[in-house]
């Protein structure tokens, strides 16, 4: 079975420009969650949907983030526009439900110019 | 709000020593995962704990829930090379919105 898939894997773009990450849960899993990992630092909880509602969203910098997570499946975060402090490795993970393990991708790292 | 700090922040130890990294919420958790992250790669899950005062071992690696549900413990017998990496413990609120809330990690090396 395949794993959570996301991409790009790699991205630098100059400050102020858009970026946008996507990613691919394990079929059948409705909890789908995107975090920041900042270097030698847990991951830090961005959202997480619940099939197709965001239903923890607090910590999303809602001026320059925004996410969706269409049919339930697949979702896409988006960052614009990009500033320095955003450099870090964007996690997506996918569960079951809450209270199953999650199942991380192997990240989007971004670096900002 | 709530937090989740863990012991140490580094481990250096000899091959067939062993390790224990603990974590420490602020407040009481419905449950607790643990996670471990290589060196270059994403979190893998290890385990997950429920019940108060849980045990639950996997080979060479055992893991405690406290009495009050506010601490854990990871504990590696006999650590090999295959071991390094950064432990990460998470834990799931009781109450609001249950989110998830990642340790700051306990980072180990072991030297052959």
């Known amino acids: 079975e395949a794993g959570v898939v996301q991409s790009p894997r790699y991205k630098i773009i100059e400050k102020k420009q858009p970026v946008a990450f996507w990613c691919n849960p394990i079929?059948?899993?409705?909890?789908l969650y995107w975090y920041r990992q900042n270097l030698g630092q847990g991951p830090e909880l961005l959202i997480r949907y619940e099939n197709e509602e965001a239903v923890d969203d607090s910590q999303l910098p809602k001026d320059r983030f925004s996410a969706e997570r269409l049919k339930g499946v697949d979702s896409t975060l988006k960052i614009q526009p990009a500033e320095l402090g955003d450099s870090a490795v964007y996690l997506c993970?996918?569960?079951?439900?809450?209270?199953?393990?999650?199942?991380f991708g192997p990240g989007t790292r971004l670096t900002v110019t | 709000g709530q937090q989740v700090m863990q012991i140490p922040q580094y481990q250096h130890v000899q091959e067939g020593e062993d390790f224990t990294t603990y974590c420490n919420s602020s407040?009481?958790?419905?449950?607790i995962q643990w996670y471990k992250q290589r060196p270059g790669g994403h979190p893998v899950f290890l385990i997950q704990l429920v019940k108060s005062g849980e045990v639950k071992k996997q080979k060479r690696l055992t893991f405690q829930f406290g009495e009050a549900k506010k601490n854990s413990s990871l504990h590696i017998t006999a650590t090999q090379t295959t071991d390094v990496g950064t432990y990460f413990c998470a834990g799931r609120r009781t109450s609001g919105t249950y989110k998830y809330i990642f340790g700051t990690g306990t980072r180990l090396k072991v030297l052959a």
């Open positions: 407040t009481t958790l419905s449950n």
């Open positions: 079929s059948g899993h409705n909890t």
């Open positions: 993970a996918s569960s079951l439900d809450l209270l199953a393990e999650q199942y």
